[in-house]
């Protein structure tokens, strides 16, 4: 099939997709029908070979909002300007340090985070655990201290994105940003009914994180009735509010909800694993700021971080918008800033090589969760076919999610053509849903492209299987 047919078959392909579209001629030989988006869905599409001739294409000039395709320049940037990203970085560890007592007062402790992403505290907890910071306590015949800091000034505090919504703060996925993070800076509550309509339902959390309280007003409803639970926390608050109700004979649900000061509930960690090893703390804690009196201690112990590529990759692959946000200020560092505004000017200095203005791309976080972030899907297929020219193109490549097998792709294209053969970012928030990457075509070729739809009511049908069918269509007429 000529280039010339192929793009024949593709204007047929979006004229069903889209009516407002020119319909081809009754005589073209037709493509699978796939259902429309719901009305009001704006969607916009290119696909290019690798040197840039076109596939398909429309709207791919106008800018959508990109949600997680964000974290793709996030990470390419990472690769672009910061060394030695498969080895450990020690000073992003978190580390503790032992400050001497006035007169006979015991110790005090100073949990120190440098940026790593990636510190634990379960018990099936392998490596880069914070339970090995409290057995060195106990390793020193420390087991009387006084009070724990918590230090997360390596970073500016800057804790939420520009324009991050509040609803979305509570949750895993809006946790706030800091230099000091443990188990992602997230809590997981698990939410079941009672065994009888009217009993208030039961909320518990999982082992070690009861460190909010529960305002629980949520009752249990009739079997089979509307589900209303609602789970809520307002910024600056220490507790969960729970309200509505949750059918007698519905499933458990869980939730994995932000922590609202990470250092804080990190050092709050750190306490309860010296209490079981039988450390008395005299003292309390206390969070550090840039502006307090730097504390004069030696260092006890510090955390071997995994290497930086390694977060990078599951950033990208699951799509943790923590992880990504961490990435944009550790690539802030690396270029001679230290916050997320620096971190987005290395980002745009990329770019600038690329040959891509801010009127294509334009973030304001290193996630996408932001909805302020612009990027037309233009842009974006250049920007993925710039990155496949550099040193570090396939590196990058190898982070993007695969189609059927992993992170936020898992279970797309899985058992079809695709499967295993399209390599590409995920984006969804509210109304959006977008999909930027490489796949590889039926000829062997490989294709580069970005769809993003917009604009998607909150009650209409999902857009990601117009999405995915309309790309498996491409992918076969080429």
Not at 85 to 98: G, N, V, W, Y
Not at 197 to 225: F, K, M, Y
Not at 308 to 332: C, G, P, Q, T, W
Request: glycine letters at 8%; charged letters at 20%.
């Amino acid at each position: 099939m000529t280039r010339a047919s192929v793009w024949q078959s593709a204007l047929l392909g979006l004229a069903l997709l889209l009516p407002a579209c020119t319909t081809a001629p009754v005589d073209e030989p037709a493509v699978p029908v796939m259902a429309a988006p719901a009305e009001g869905v704006r969607l916009g599409v290119l696909v290019t070979t690798l040197d840039g001739a076109p596939v398909f294409a429309k709207r791919e000039t106008e800018r959508f909002i990109p949600a997680s395709n964000t974290k793709m320049f996030t990470a390419a940037a990472m690769f672009h300007f910061v060394t030695g990203l498969q080895t450990p970085d020690p000073s992003i560890a978190t580390s503790l340090h032992l400050v001497p007592g006035e007169g006979d007062a015991p110790p005090s402790l100073v949990l120190t985070g440098g940026g790593d992403p990636a510190v634990r505290d379960g018990a099936d907890c392998v490596e880069d655990c914070l339970r090995q910071l409290a057995d060195a306590v106990v390793a020193r015949g420390i087991f009387q201290v006084g009070d724990i800091y918590a230090d997360d000034t390596a970073f500016p505090h800057e804790p939420w994105g520009m324009g991050w919504s509040w609803n979305n703060l509570p949750f895993y996925f809006g946790a706030s940003v800091s230099a000091l993070t443990v188990n992602g800076n997230a809590l997981a509550l698990q939410v079941v009914p009672g065994s009888a309509e009217g009993e208030p339902i039961r909320a518990v959390w999982a082992a070690d994180d009861d460190l909010l309280g529960i305002s629980n007003a949520a009752v249990t409803g009739a079997p089979g009735s509307e589900q209303t639970l609602s789970l809520a926390r307002w910024p600056g608050a220490r507790d969960v509010r729970l309200s509505g109700s949750l059918p007698a004979d519905a499933a458990p649900r869980n939730y994995f909800l932000s922590v609202d000061d990470p250092a804080r509930s990190a050092a709050e960690r750190l306490a309860r694993l010296l209490t079981a090893r039988s450390v008395t703390i005299e003292g309390v804690i206390k969070v550090r700021s840039r502006s307090d009196a730097p504390l004069m201690g030696t260092e006890l112990s510090r955390l071997t971080p995994p290497p930086l590529l390694d977060s990078i990759a599951y950033s990208v692959k699951d799509s943790d918008n923590l992880f990504a946000e961490l990435m944009l200020r550790h690539l802030a560092r690396a270029t001679g800033g230290e916050g997320a505004e620096d971190g987005l000017d290395a980002v745009n200095a990329m770019l600038d090589q690329a040959g891509i203005s801010r009127a294509e791309v334009e973030l304001f976080d290193g996630s996408g969760l932001s909805p302020y972030n612009r990027i037309t899907p233009a842009a974006a297929v250049k920007f993925l076919r710039w990155t496949s020219a550099q040193p570090w193109g396939d590196a990058f490549r190898a982070t993007l999610p695969v189609g059927g097998q992993d992170g936020s792709l898992a279970r797309r294209f899985r058992n079809t053509p695709l499967d295993g053969r399209i390599f590409a970012k995920t984006g969804a928030v509210q109304g959006v849903n977008a999909l930027s990457g490489f796949m590889v075509a039926a000829s062997g070729e490989t294709l580069v492209f970005s769809v993003i739809a917009n604009d998607r009511p909150a009650d209409a049908a999902s857009v990601i299987p117009v999405i995915d069918s309309l790309l498996l269509q491409i992918a076969a007429a080429n």
